[in-house]
């Protein structure tokens, strides 16, 4: 926890000019627009509650298991957070605009999607399955996952965004699968980390919008956003 916290504060100053960018960010995060996609968030962690018992428990399966040690590891926010920082970095030093863009991008959303993440951790407290610590609310990896492919998903559509969003949902299916998470704290978090990624700037018009609709006797809220 400590160390995600300091990549926060830190990765804002270590990017020079993605500065202004995120600071943009912050600010469509604060709109209503994401405050109702975290809104969403915790209706959707609510109703996924119940089905915490029977969506848990090992898989087996030597097919799997590559894709779900993949989503383990490699969303974890510091290493994420610090390859994207370091891809970065590389790409400001080569000149390569195109990559130093798509990476400035991915990392903005993972600060935002770690800005939404930690402070819920430690007020929510919740045990972890396996008893390991009381970060289990909402799942960060999951939260990582999905703010990287809609962030991507944005810039190069759906060709690229369908298979980073089949790739995403090992995720959350990892966590549940090695007990670091209920079923409810990977659905909340997936859901911020569409936010976080929708709400990175693009230099363009708003591209997300929430509104309540009513339809067969429930209230719900329609996520839209275009490409």
Known sequence: MVVRVAWLLLLPALVGAESTALERDVR???????????ALAFGAAGLAHGLDDEFSGHIDSELAAPL?????????????VGSTAGLWFAARAAHRGEIRAASGEVLR???????????????????????????????????????ISTVLSR?????????????????PVARIHDRHHFFSDVVAGSVLGVVAGLAVDRGGSADMAFKPVYTKGLWV??????Y
């Open 28 to 38: 469509a995060l604060l709109k209503p627009q994401s405050l109702g996609g975290i």
């Open 68 to 80: 779900l040690d993949f989503g383990n590891f490699y969303f974890g926010s510091k290493y994420s």
């Open 109 to 147: 959303a993972l600060i935002l999607a770690g800005a939404m993440v930690t402070p819920l951790k430690i007020a929510a407290g919740r045990q972890r399955p396996d008893g390991s610590n009381n970060f289990s609310f909402p799942s960060g990896h999951s939260a990582n996952a999905f703010a």
């Open 155 to 171: 810039r190069y559509g759906r060709r690229v965004g369908v298979p980073l969003f089949a790739l995403a949902g090992f995720v």
């Open 221 to 226: 809220l329609q996520a839209s956003w275009r």
